[in-house]
């Protein structure tokens, strides 16, 4: 049982350039959903699924993009990354309200 | 907004003593409540939680206070070990409706530091 997986662990972005941020878990979990984690602001949502098919805005969604095609995939999309969102990103998964983090991505861009 | 505050930064405290973190939040609706635990390059994982009807809860070293009244809930680690030494986010979620129903949002975090 792996848990929540994330890829890539680092990632260097220029200014402009895309890229997605890989999660997966094994759970069978239906409730996914990403985080940043910044200092001094804590974890803040960015966008959350509760199903396949199924994905919602949290709190700081702009610049992000989500899809949910199964259960065990939430790929994070940054479609023009910007210096603004060099941060530590995690993928959590959650049934009932104990929920379950990754390892986290650190992204810098630059 | 933030709904969830962890006005403490940091904290430090010496190997055996009491380690008492603190937590506020604004948002009525909240009513279940948890404490995480973070090592550096790591996720966060789950230490205890709270329901909104109960005002203590327990579990080993580790002891969660709810005060509804004055929407104010800590986390008490006696006796504190250097293993302890991690950022602790508070977090709180809404199961009944409302703006945070279903969402976990998270305090700022506090850094703990248990120096042996």
């Known amino acids: 049982n792996a848990g929540v997986t994330q890829t890539p662990k680092f990632q260097v972005l220029k200014t402009g350039q895309s890229m997605t941020l890989q999660c997966a878990q094994d759970?069978?979990?239906?409730?996914m959903s990403w985080y940043r984690q910044d200092p001094g602001m804590g974890l803040r949502l960015i966008h959350y699924s509760v199903g396949a098919g199924i994905t919602d805005q949290g709190e700081v969604p702009n610049g992000y993009n989500v899809s949910r095609s199964t259960t065990e995939d939430f790929p994070l999309r940054l479609l023009s990354a910007a210096p603004s969102q060099t941060s530590v990103y995690f993928c959590?998964?959650?049934?009932?309200?104990?929920?379950?983090f990754g390892p986290g991505t650190r992204l810098t861009v630059t | 907004d933030q709904q969830v505050k962890q006005n403490s930064p940091s904290l430090s405290v010496q190997e055996g003593r009491i380690s008492i973190l603190n937590c506020d939040y604004t948002n009525s609706m909240f009513d279940y409540f948890l404490w995480y635990k973070k090592y550096p390059a790591e996720g966060p994982t789950f230490l205890i939680s709270i329901s909104s009807i109960k005002d203590k809860n327990e579990d080993g070293r580790f002891t969660v206070f709810l005060n509804k009244s004055a929407k104010h809930l800590s986390l008490h680690i006696v006796p504190s070990q250097p293993g302890d030494s991690a950022v602790y986010f508070c977090?709180?979620?809404?199961?009944?409706?409302?703006?945070?129903?279903?969402?976990?949002?998270f305090g700022q975090g506090t850094i703990l530091t248990v120096h042996p």
């Open positions: 759970m069978n979990h239906e409730y």
């Open positions: 977090a709180a979620i809404g199961l009944a409706g409302g703006t945070s129903y279903g969402k976990l949002t």
């Open positions: 959590a998964s959650r049934r009932g309200l104990e929920q379950y």
